[in-house]
């Protein structure tokens, strides 16, 4: 069963606008939040994490958000540029255990010129 | 420069023969993982190992081996036992020692496995 779930397959936005990637999961023990971009035939690369004790991680023009009650957070990029069009997971994980991460389906940005 | 390096990049393989992928990294991270991504699904954890010797299976183990002689090594063998191996293949590290800070996963770029 999915725990971790990115409803979105893709998302298609204009350069300059926001792009909102969204996240559901389902596991109330999961306590750290990761987002990852990957392009296509290399490795994923870290993007910005948050820790259930905030709500907000900023990070340039990179911030998530996360609503512990709803099980759901977001990645907001502002503003968009073509080089963010990529593949985007997010991924949880329960501190202290750490064995596991769990990981979504992705999500395909692409930012239009 | 520090991190993981995965090799081949490319693999052909028969069927009915096993294939071990490299994983070596020189971050000096005590976890080191394999993950298996296929079209349309999240990647898919297969083996993992916290420290030399041990190494614990993941959710997709069946069909797949690994060793952890060395800290810094993580090879994964796809045997002749895995019905459908044609995939990318990922391997990770972290560090997990100096407290409980879970530290972020490092990937490495991938290994593109076909089985003709």
């Known amino acids: 069963d999915q725990q971790v779930k990115q409803n979105s397959p893709s998302l298609s936005v204009q350069e300059g606008r926001i792009s909102i990637l969204n996240c559901d999961y389902t596991?109330?023990?999961?306590?750290?939040f990761l987002w990852y971009k990957k392009y296509p035939a290399e490795g994923p690369t870290f993007l910005i994490s948050i820790s259930s004790i905030k709500d907000k991680n900023e990070d340039g023009r990179f911030t998530v958000f996360l609503n512990k009650s709803a099980k759901h957070l977001s990645l907001h990029i502002v503003p968009s540029q073509p080089g963010d069009s990529a593949v985007y997971f997010c991924a949880a994980t329960i501190q202290n255990t750490g064995n596991q991460f769990y990981f979504g389906t992705g999500t395909s940005l692409t930012v239009i010129p | 420069d520090g991190g993981i390096t995965q090799s081949p990049k490319y693999l052909f393989r028969k069927e009915g023969q096993n294939v071990t992928l490299s994983c070596e990294q020189n971050l000096n991270h005590d976890a080191m993982y394999w993950y298996r991504q296929d079209p349309g699904q999240g990647l898919r954890l297969i083996y993992y190992s916290h420290i030399v010797n041990d190494f614990q299976k993941g959710d997709i183990a069946e069909g797949y081996s690994v060793s952890r002689e060395k800290k810094e090594s993580f090879p994964l063998t796809v045997t002749s036992a895995q019905k459908n191996p044609t995939a990318f293949y990922l391997c990770?590290?972290?560090?997990?020692?100096?407290?409980?800070?879970?530290?972020?996963?490092?990937f490495g770029e991938g290994s593109r496995l076909t089985v003709l």
């Open positions: 990770a590290s972290r560090m997990i020692s100096g407290g409980p800070h879970t530290g972020e996963l490092f």
């Open positions: 596991n109330s023990m999961f306590d750290y």
